[in-house]
């Protein structure tokens, strides 16, 4: 068995390599031996005993496979911003953009979303995470050359990766849940629900903050500059406590959140973009560009807009605005007209945050309302309209002291902090608000017939066909 931690390709066959099988003795004709795939290493060369350089490279792989989810062409920020409503993607070949994944198809509502087509296809992406650090855990633990303190880091690294290559394919699938039980990659276990997920992903985090405590002072790999702040085992733990946060925040365990953040890099006063990324390099050979990079009043052929209604609802002067711009030219596809353009992203190089600081507060916000710590609370939503959004705070006056309130005060400032970035459609979902108007003076556009609101997406086709045939 071979694997490719950095993208899928399909080995092909050479005449030579066919005049050799064609040649080779053999006492039935239909027995090929196997032929190793030139351009990929096998998993065998690095389960037994793994040389340092083999491992950091697998390293360097587990991190740049996260990448494909959204360097794909379904890319997940493009997937779930369509599903709820915070983008509209326009693409002149490719209708279902803006008609299946909004609801419809042609002129009818559909109940289901097709489980074989394009737009599930980063669910495989983000599946090969999880693989990837399986490989490397698994060589690593069989290595040789590193102590038992390297083991640990290797330990906290791939798990950690684990457990977010399933929460992304868990935000992915909502209730129709995901596999855990990869100890077998050929033969992974059965489905299991939102809940069962959320609790064994809490898990691999905290068993890697465990394993990142016990492995020293560095790291025997090297990690991305996206990890810049975060390259020690000491570090790494907190962005794995950040995650963690995110995920018992998933898990309505608000109590969990507030004893996980001071371990975090949660701050009221640092950075808002401060954290782990994903960085790109679209000029070094074999690597990539941002996908979600747009320029304004651009016409590519699949244009990501946003909807008016996100513009118009938002308060007057909010300085998150500029992560949209309005067109000077309007496009019209499928009935939509696009007014406005997505520009959180406007280079190739622009990084992606895989959780950072003004995420955290949010997060505190929301746990310190729901556990009715409204003034730490109201201090977190404070620190967030005025460092993000340039607006003036509120006041017992301006903001009920009720948990519905807060929340729906909450709901508005992540709209806005963390517009196209994964996190609105899980949001509205969770919390049980994936409607037409899921909070005073918030709607979503394109929910009304022939429109329809989707809150998962199916389990893909080759998936039920597995099972089908491993019973």
């Known amino acids: ?48 005993n793994a040389s340092l350089p083999q491992l950091n490279a697998l390293a360097v792989g587990v991190e740049g496979s996260l990448r ?94 684990e457990a977010l290559s399933k929460l992304h394919l868990l935000n992915l699938q909502g209730e129709e849940g995901i596999r855990i039980d990869l100890d077998n990659i050929l033969r992974p276990g059965k489905f299991v629900s939102q809940t069962e997920a ?38 790494f733990r907190r962005f794995n406590r950040a995650l963690a946060a995110r995920v018992a925040l998933y898990q309505g365990d608000y109590t969990g959140v507030i004893q996980l953040l001071p371990n975090s890099f949660y701050s009221r006063t640092a950075s808002l973009t401060l954290g782990p990324k994903i960085t790109f390099s679209p000029t070094t050979a074999g690597d990539v560009g941002n996908p979600y990079a747009q320029v304004a009043n651009g016409t590519p052929s699949t244009l990501v807009a946003v909807p008016d209604n996100v513009v118009s609802e938002a308060e007057t002067g909010d300085l998150r605005l500029g992560k949209i711009g309005r067109r000077t030219t309007p496009v019209a596809l499928g009935g939509i007209t696009a007014n406005f353009d997505a520009l959180v992203y406007t280079s190739g190089t622009a990084p992606i945050d895989i959780i950072r600081n003004e995420e955290l507060i949010l997060i505190a916000a929301e746990a310190r309302a729901r556990t ?13 309209r005025a460092r993000a959004g340039g607006l003036v705070a509120r006041t017992a006056a301006t903001l009920p ?36 108007a899921p909070a005073p003076g918030v709607t979503l556009a394109f929910t009304q017939t022939p429109y329809k609101l989707f809150n998962q997406m199916p389990r893909p086709f080759a998936e039920k066909q597995w099972d089908v045939a491993n019973p």
């Open 372 to 384: 009715n710590d409204f003034v730490g609370a109201l201090e977190d939503i404070n620190t967030i």
């Open 1 to 48: 068995m071979y694997i490719n931690l950095h993208k899928s390709t399909r080995p092909l066959l050479t005449a030579g390599v066919l005049i050799a099988l064609l040649s080779i003795s053999s006492c039935d004709f239909t027995e090929i031996e196997p032929v190793t795939d030139p351009n990929n290493a096998s998993i065998e060369s690095v389960l037994s």
């Open 198 to 235: 959320l609790t064994n992903i809490r898990g691999l985090l905290d068993q890697a903050d465990q394993d990142l405590a016990a492995a020293g002072s560095t790291f025997a790999f090297d990690l991305s500059t996206g990890f810049a702040g975060f390259s020690t085992p000491e570090t």
């Open 401 to 436: 002291t009720t948990v519905t309130a807060y929340i729906d005060e909450i709901l508005r400032q992540r709209r806005y902090s963390l517009f196209y970035e994964g996190h609105w459609w899980v949001d509205l979902r969770r919390l049980g608000r994936l409607n037409p």
């Open 68 to 161: 494909l989810g959204h360097a794909n062409n379904s890319s997940y920020n493009q997937v779930v911003g369509t599903l709820g409503r915070e983008v509209t993607v326009l693409a002149s070949t490719e209708s279902r953009w803006y008609a299946e994944l909004q609801g419809r198809r042609g002129s009818a509502t559909v109940d289901v979303l097709d489980d074989a087509a394009y737009y599930n296809g980063q669910y495989t992406d983000f599946a090969r995470v999880g693989r990837a650090a399986r490989v490397l855990l698994a060589s690593a633990n069989n290595s040789q050359v590193i102590t038992a303190e390297q083991k640990s880091g290797f330990a906290g690294f791939t798990r950690t990766y």
